[in-house]
């Protein structure tokens, strides 16, 4: 046994090798054909230029520029190894002719290279041959130093203006690629083989999978050089991450590996203890990315700690417990990681109470001008932009500030989140008590690593409604467990009175032919509604239902929104753009998609199961995620709602055995939702087609959410009134 795991690893090893050659052959390739790369200083250049002025624009000579400010720095991707290369740059020269010219000194790497000055007052274009030079480093840092000046009217330290940069390899017979760019070649192959092994994947899918990925890195470098190649690192980081949470999972989780089953699989009870893993590695891969030049999204200190603190408790675990069963390491291991889940949902709790709750304030604002003879609706601001901080939510939620609008706001504020966190205790309560699960067992602590979920935090740092929505639809869904249709539509409707997603669960209602909730609804939104008028008045309704509802539809590309429609938007337009999308056909294709995917989720719907059963709670939560990702507009905090799903999924699991590879997509999925939100990995900086893509983590999260939840409900009986389907699906499973 001990040489066939030898000899299994040796030829893992052979094969990562020949993943990585393969790599450094794809990539090198491709960026062989990318030169001469031309930097357009002024335009998207934050990655390349340092210690300059902002853009600016002459717009005579039609060209955007930056003033240095006498010792800033431009860093190109480094060129290829063994190659002298042309430096081209082009300096408009915008001191005024009563200045004295600039006297210029070029340096690379931080060795001179020339000092000059310009003769006269003329925009110049130098041509600089630079040597072979390799350095452990992305970038060739050519440094600009410069005398700097400033004038009555501009008191900055004005230095040189730099308006172009053009690097080119001199021609050779092979272009090699720099020490860098062969190393993270290398890295990306040998790591793009490694982590699908570790993860379970047989070698030739592993290696399917590297070979894959580096085609596509290298595809991305000769569409986009200047977007990828400063990057290159960055993917090395995060398959470095993958590698480590798999490894991680080796030794916290037991796995079994079965003859006529090619990937590990472990019991469906360890899945919490995955998901703990997997969403520690989130913090670790932003740590990394943030010493890449991205100091802004470095992890917060006290995840740090955390994290620190829940690794030294795992090291003593494993010393004081080696020689323990096995069974008793894996559930202090599990026990672990939900203490360190708790100690971070505590630190998100308390900083989000620091917070300044943008939203609250617009709903306290709007009842407070109500009492004093206005209107909630400001129309003329839903009209400009509904997605900005206006009011918009129905009367009934607005009624419920009224009478507290003569306090204090902070007072109301703090009362408002104390609320909202005892909501989250109640909804985790309710959870134990409807699936009876011991409030002090291994499940229980399980539940608490779901409940480390970065959307409650947002809820209260925004003062959003999201927990309580998340309570109601908890209960809702106790209720039609219990066979409370009735009570459940009723909740559904007084949850459609803070947010209109909710109403999706009609659907769910009819569906599954539970017209007693629907009856419910209708109930509850009369009452509610009918209490509301009395309070409030008909016409703030009928501004409501006329003025504001036809008006707030629509999606936005603003990094925030992580619905279909909303990563269609980010493909044309800046995630940095909070205001209406504008594109027609984009628009349309999102609404086109969104209605495919609510379709498909009403066709799982279809198939029986008992309502105490978890297949049943699973059905249910495919529409909490039709809420988020469906809706044309949906922000991260409205993910809370997925809490529902993941924990449906824990218990649905648990006695079941699962394959590796499929058990670390969910996990993957929850380590995405549940870590971080759009600041995490975004500093607001846009350097290009990585940026768009990067900054849509979530979607991806919710994508191969929905995908592990159309999988189990697959599984279930196919629907009756689908006989001809469920007889192929039944030959086929022959």
Not at 62 to 77: E, K
Not at 410 to 435: Q, Y
Not at 571 to 595: C, H, K, W
Request: a neutral charge.
């Amino acid at each position: 046994m001990l040489q066939m795991n030898h000899n299994r690893l040796y030829r893992d090893v052979a094969h990562a090798l020949v993943a990585a050659l393969c790599a450094l052959l794809t990539i090198s390739i491709a960026n062989a054909s990318v030169w001469p790369l031309v930097i357009d200083i002024g335009g998207r250049d934050a990655r390349f230029a340092h210690g300059f002025h902002d853009p600016e624009t002459d717009v005579d000579a039609a060209i955007r520029f930056r003033w240095s400010d006498g010792d800033s720095t431009v860093a190109l991707p480094r060129p290829p190894a063994l190659t002298p290369s042309s430096l081209i740059l082009r300096l408009p020269n915008g001191r005024p002719t009563d200045a004295p010219l600039p006297h210029v000194t070029l340096t690379t790497d931080g060795r001179e290279l020339v000092s000059f000055t310009p003769p006269d007052y003329r925009p110049r274009i130098y041509r600089l041959i630079l040597p072979p030079d390799e350095h452990l480093d992305w970038a060739l840092r050519i440094g600009m130093i410069s005398d700097a000046i400033s004038t009555p009217t501009d008191t900055r330290a004005l230095g040189i203006v730099v308006d172009t940069v053009i690097l080119a390899p001199l021609r050779t017979p092979v272009i090699l690629p720099s020490l860098w760019v062969a190393l993270c070649a290398l890295f990306i192959g040998g790591l793009g083989y490694t982590q699908p092994r570790v993860l379970g994947l047989a070698w030739r899918s592993a290696l399917a999978v590297s070979l894959g990925l580096s085609a596509l890195i290298a595809l991305i470098i000769v569409l986009r050089p200047l977007e990828t190649l400063p990057f290159l690192q960055r993917f090395a980081f995060i398959l470095a991450a993958g590698c480590t949470g798999g490894l991680l999972l080796h030794l916290f989780i037991p796995l079994t590996n079965e003859r006529d089953q090619s990937a590990p699989r472990l019991s469906g009870a360890h899945i919490p203890t995955l998901l703990a893993t997997a969403w520690w590695m989130l913090p670790l891969a932003q740590g990394l990315i943030s010493n890449d030049g991205a100091p802004l999204i470095f992890p917060p200190r006290p995840v740090i700690w955390i994290g620190a603190g829940t690794i030294v408790m795992l090291l003593i675990v494993h010393l004081v417990m080696h020689q323990r069963p096995r069974d008793h390491v894996y559930a202090a291991v599990l026990i672990v990681l939900s203490l360190g889940a708790f100690a971070h949902l505590m630190y998100s709790i308390s900083f989000a109470y620091t917070r300044q709750a943008p939203d609250f304030w617009i709903l306290f604002r709007g009842a407070r001008e109500w009492t004093r003879g206005g209107s909630m609706y400001d129309i003329e601001a839903v009209l400009t932009n509904h997605f900005g901080h206006v009011f918009k939510v129905p009367p009934f939620y607005g009624m419920l500030f009224v009478p507290f609008v003569t306090m204090d706001g902070l007072t109301v504020l703090l009362g408002h989140r104390i609320m909202n966190t005892l909501l989250i205790v109640a909804t985790a309560l309710i959870w134990l008590r409807m699936w009876r699960i011991p409030f002090v067992s291994l499940s229980a602590a399980g539940l608490l690593i779901v409940f480390n979920f970065r959307p409650l935090a947002d809820t209260l740092a925004y003062g959003q409604i999201d927990l309580v929505l998340l309570f109601l639809l908890t209960l809702a869904l106790w209720a039609l467990r219990s066979g409370r249709d009735t009570a459940a539509g009723a909740l559904v409707a007084l949850g459609t009175l803070f947010k209109i997603y909710p109403i999706l669960l009609l659907a769910f209602f009819v569906v599954k032919g539970h017209w007693r909730a629907l009856i419910g609804f209708v109930v509850g939104m009369a009452v509610c509604n009918s209490i509301a008028v009395a309070v409030i008045g008909w016409d703030e309704h009928l501004t409501y239902l006329t003025r504001v509802l036809p008006n707030i539809g629509g999606t936005t590309s603003w990094v925030e929104n992580q619905t279909i429609s909303g990563f269609l938007a980010r493909l044309t337009d800046s995630p940095r753009s909070a205001t209406i999308y504008q594109n027609e056909m984009v628009r349309l294709l999102g609404t086109f998609l969104s209605a495919v995917v609510s379709l498909a989720v009403c066709m799982l719907a279809l198939r029986p199961t008992s309502r105490d059963s978890t297949g049943y709670a699973l059905q249910y939560s495919m529409f909490l995620l039709l809420m988020v990702l469906a809706s044309p507009a949906a922000w991260m905090h409205y993910e809370t709602l997925l809490v529902v799903p993941f924990g449906a999924l824990v218990l649905h699991l648990h006695e079941r055995s699962v394959s590796l590879p499929y058990a670390t997509l969910l996990a993957l999925s929850f380590a995405l939702i549940a870590y971080g939100n759009q600041w995490s990995f975004y500093d607001g900086t846009i350097h290009g087609i990585l940026t768009i893509a990067g900054v849509s983590y979530k979607f991806y999260g919710m994508l191969l959410l929905g995908g592990v939840l159309a999988f189990e409900a697959l599984r279930e009986p196919a629907p009756a009134l689908l006989p001809h389907l469920a007889r192929l699906i039944a030959r086929s499973g022959q």
